[in-house]
């Protein structure tokens, strides 16, 4: 970690997460590079959606408590949606929101009565995993914290164990240094040693082998997914991290122009992204357009300042 600005690298995370948010949900009306680039010169400000608002909740969670809380995670998470309903949340958490306001259950037991209390696979515990990789990077309990956050909305194995991969992916992404070689082979094993259920560890490798092979983005995203469940998803955006591991812009575009789940693939990959290069990579008219980028900023220092002690 010598010579390693985690300040920069939090700050970069949690902005290119919410860029990659609001960029990923302007590329479903302009999903062609060149016009996209003329609206991000054009638009006065970047909107983001439930993605960075539930990373912005998970974040003010972990600086309150000052670590993993499950029920004020989950109260937080309930108070910012009642403040702003129209972000674009799927059904699953205002459902367990309303479950939990009526009485008598937690937020654990209402997100795991879900789909016939399987629990949800959704990506919306992955979207959102920024802070919490970050606060933890290093720990020897990441997996463990990062279910747990997990839990509060997606109790399915699949969908907190695709949590806990992009969790670790963005530590490992802030412990790296961009001025060395990037070590893709080194990084991508560690993934499938760290994944625990065969949906995501066979996504693992299935990355790797396309890397290997060098495939193309438009042959590696419909073979890896791009749809809400999360281990038809987050794989892509790591692909895409993997891919273009030196240019948060390309990385980013590579997530968000080859369909799907445009928004979040845009918040997985940018979390990773801007976690590797830090914060002076992602470019700067970008950052000047985006939505309460000065909260998301104090939010990311506060989190660098608590983890670092």
Known sequence: ????????????????SALGDAIGELAFSYPRKDRLNSVLEEIPELRYTDDTAMAIGLAESLIRRRGLDQEDLGKTFRDNFQREPWRGYASGPPTIFSMVSRGGITYREAAQSL??????????????????????????DLYDQACASARVTHAHPVGMDGAAVQAFTVSQAAAGDPREDFPKDALLQSLIRFSRTPEIQEKMKLVDELLSR??????????????????????????????????FEECLFCAILHGGDRDTLGAM?????????????????WIQKLEKKDYIHHLASSLAQISTG
């Open 214 to 247: 060098e495939e193309s983005p438009e042959n590696a995203a419909p073979a890896l997914g791009r749809s809400v469940a999360v281990h038809e998803s987050m794989p892509f955006a790591i692909y895409c991290f993997c891919r273009f591991p030196t240019s």
């Open 269 to 285: 990959a940018g979390a990773v992204s801007g976690a590797y290069l830090g914060l002076d990579a992602v470019p700067r008219s």
């Open 1 to 16: 970690m010598t010579g390693i600005d985690l300040e920069a690298k939090f700050l970069g995370s949690m902005v290119g």
């Open 115 to 140: 789909f016939g209390g399987k629990g949800s696979l959704g990506n919306g515990a992955a979207m959102r995993i920024a802070p919490l990789g970050l606060f933890f990077h290093g720990a020897g």
